[in-house]
């Protein structure tokens, strides 16, 4: 069992920045390969970033290439998302995931374990 737990979400200007961590619990953390996705009020739950266990290898959606970095800290049990130039369409309930072998790294269906989220509000 793996325990996650947000948190850095808030309310940002568009072109602002925000960190957010995800602190794990539970299991050897760098077993587990770490993703996060965010939902919008009326959406469906989408792919942001994922991290290999050891950090060398992440994916990010294109909607955030260029602007969002995931990175990861196993000594520290926390996977962090920076997100820089943020735009309205952000906006969004941020959850980060964890799975030992995920399928396909894109696809919440994919990661067994989840934290509750963090929102995520930019203005414009």
């Known amino acids: 069992q793996v325990q996650l737990v947000e948190s850095g979400g808030g309310l940002v200007q568009a072109g602002g920045s925000l960190r957010l961590s995800c602190a794990a619990s539970?299991?050897?953390?760098?077993?587990?390969?770490m993703g996060w996705f965010r939902q919008a009020p009326g959406k469906e739950r989408e792919f942001v970033a994922a991290i290999s266990r050891s950090g060398v290898t992440t994916v990010y959606a294109d909607s955030v290439k260029g602007r969002f970095t995931i990175s990861r800290d196993n000594a520290k049990n926390t996977v962090y998302l920076q997100m820089n130039s943020l735009k309205p369409e952000d906006t969004a309930v941020y959850s980060c995931?964890?799975?030992?072998?995920?399928?396909?790294?894109?696809?919440?269906?994919?990661?067994?374990?989840w934290g509750q989220g963090t929102p995520v509000t930019v203005s414009s």
């Open positions: 539970g299991r050897t953390f760098n077993n587990y390969f």
């Open positions: 995931a964890a799975d030992s072998r995920p399928s396909v790294a894109d696809n919440f269906r994919a990661y067994e374990y």
